[in-house]
């Protein structure tokens, strides 16, 4: 069992930042490819961000590309999403999801752990 535990979400006005962060543990992270979900109220899940096992590769959707930026820190088993210029339409809770998979997936049915989310809300 991997525990997963998401922090840094809260309240910031738009045009601000924050930074999330994902603690692991219970198992090897390592190598896992790691990703950020969110969902907003009334809305479907939606892939936001994913990072490769080592951290030598990201993938972004198209509506937070320039503005987030995801890392990881395999020594500390922590993934980042550092969130910049964010927009009330970022509003949502925010989780993050590991795997065996490629860093490339997008399809949160395909990530085996998850943690429990956090809130980020961006008034305008």
């Known amino acids: 069992q991997v525990q997963l535990v998401e922090s840094g979400g809260g309240l910031v006005q738009a045009g601000g930042s924050l930074r999330l962060s994902c603690a692991a543990s219970?198992?090897?992270?390592?190598?896992?490819?790691m990703a950020w979900f969110r969902q907003a109220p009334g809305k479907e899940r939606e892939f936001v961000a994913s990072?490769?096992?080592?951290?030598?590769?990201?993938y972004y959707a198209d509506s937070v590309k320039g503005r987030f930026t995801i890392s990881r820190d395999n020594a500390k088993n922590s993934v980042y999403l550092q969130m910049n210029s964010l927009k009330p339409e970022d509003t949502a809770v925010y989780s993050c999801?590991?795997?065996?998979?490629?860093?490339?997936?997008?399809?949160?049915?395909?990530?085996?752990?998850w943690g429990q989310g956090t809130q980020v809300t961006v008034s305008s």
């Open positions: 999801a590991g795997g065996s998979i490629s860093y490339r997936n997008t399809n949160s049915g395909t990530y085996d752990y």
């Open positions: 990072i490769s096992w080592s951290g030598g590769s990201t």
């Open positions: 219970g198992r090897t992270f390592s190598r896992y490819a």
